[in-house]
């Protein structure tokens, strides 16, 4: 019977994982989408200013977060972005961007005709 139980709850958890990786993305994702407004969307910056996050080193990117909320670092916006998040959701965003594939923007879709 032991055994049953066990065998239940790797199958129970082999079958939800799935859906808990969805939910880590998702979650990454939303925490890293302020970023997109400047750094472009998934970390593609649109002619390298500021910079693209895509693809960086994890813990540069970090390190980098980290001293921008301490104010270590000097910016303009940056301080109060960081400043937002606790230490934890740096290190989510930090390992989002990380993990996103680098290579160039696309520029957005030129807008229709009549609207």
Same mark, same amino acid.
């Given at each position: 019977?032991?055994?049953? $139980?066990?065998?239940? %709850?790797? %199958?129970?958890?082999?079958?939800?994982?799935?859906?808990?990786?969805?939910?880590?993305? *998702?979650?990454?994702?939303?925490? %890293? %989408?302020?970023?997109? *407004?400047?750094?472009?969307?998934?970390?593609?910056?649109?002619?390298?200013?500021?910079?693209?996050?895509?693809?960086?080193?994890?813990?540069?990117?970090?390190?980098?977060?980290? @001293?921008?909320?301490?104010? $270590?670092?000097? #910016?303009?916006?940056?301080?109060?972005? #960081?400043?937002?998040?606790?230490? @934890?959701?740096? @290190?989510?965003?930090?390992?989002?961007?990380?993990?996103?594939? $680098?290579?160039?923007?696309?520029?957005?879709?030129?807008?229709?005709?009549?609207?």
């Amino acid at each position: 019977m032991r055994i049953s $139980t066990i065998a239940a %709850a790797v %199958a129970l958890a082999a079958a939800a994982a799935p859906a808990l990786a969805q939910q880590d993305f *998702t979650y990454s994702r939303s925490l %890293a %989408a302020t970023c997109f *407004t400047c750094h472009g969307t998934d970390g593609h910056s649109v002619g390298g200013l500021p910079p693209s996050l895509a693809g960086q080193d994890r813990s540069y990117l970090l390190q980098q977060l980290k @001293e921008f909320k301490a104010g $270590t670092r000097p #910016a303009t916006v940056m301080q109060q972005q #960081a400043r937002g998040y606790t230490d @934890e959701q740096l @290190e989510t965003i930090a390992t989002y961007f990380s993990g996103v594939k $680098t290579g160039a923007a696309k520029a957005a879709p030129a807008a229709r005709a009549g609207y």
